[in-house]
């Protein structure tokens, strides 16, 4: 998961990590569809922070303001807000997707890391404790985040202020694409 996109989403994908994911698309901006890491490239063909750059950019100024970044927020809230109640419960939380712009993939549900990531999550969130996690209760992560990203100060958010994603580390091992690495001696 991009930092970018942590951090814009919400509070804790928030605090890296947060609003889960409020986690469904928005509709494609003007321009051409957005993408995110394993999702289809942007418009400029970029994957990675780049293209979800893209799609919190909603007017294409190449800067993306606090009001842009939480209507896109507030666009996945309800995405993900399947019963329309205006909170998201765990379980909401932990259907909606992570990836703007990839679909969920099909087979057998998460697993129990990524269960105990959205409980954590949502714990986080849930401000008041009362099951559900409204947009009030994003907001202020969300924004801490966002100001994080904006170097300068100016109230926006632009491509260099993006931090460099640290390098993939390859895990994969027997049954992987790539051999496991062999052990000297």
């Known amino acids: 998961m991009t930092m970018f996109r942590m951090a814009l989403l919400g509070a804790a994908i928030l605090a890296g990590a947060a609003a889960p994911a409020l986690a469904q698309p928005a509709p494609p901006p003007a321009g051409g569809p ?18 979800m ?4 950019d909603t007017n294409r100024d190449g800067r993306v303001t606090w009001d842009e970044a939480w209507g896109v927020i507030q666009q996945r809230f309800q995405a993900a ?8 419960t765990q379980d909401e939380m932990a259907n909606a997707r992570l990836r703007p712009g990839a679909p969920r993939p099909e087979g057998p549900p ?17 401000a008041n404790r009362d099951g559900k996690v409204t947009p009030e209760e994003i907001r202020p992560a969300a924004e801490a985040r966002f100001r994080s990203f904006d170097a300068n100060g100016d109230g926006a958010v632009t491509r260099d202020e993006l931090p460099t994603p640290p390098p993939r580390r390859d895990h994969r ?13």
């Open 173 to 185: 091992g027997p049954g992987g694409d790539r051999p496991a690495p062999t052990q000297p001696g």
């Open 81 to 88: 807000d399947t019963d329309r109640d205006g909170g998201l």
């Open 110 to 126: 998460p697993g129990p890391q990524r269960e105990r990531m959205v409980g954590m999550m949502f714990r986080a969130l849930d």
């Open 34 to 51: 957005g993408g995110a890491p394993g999702g289809p490239p942007g418009p400029r063909g970029e994957r990675g922070p780049g293209a």
């Open 53 to 56: 750059f893209n799609q919190f």
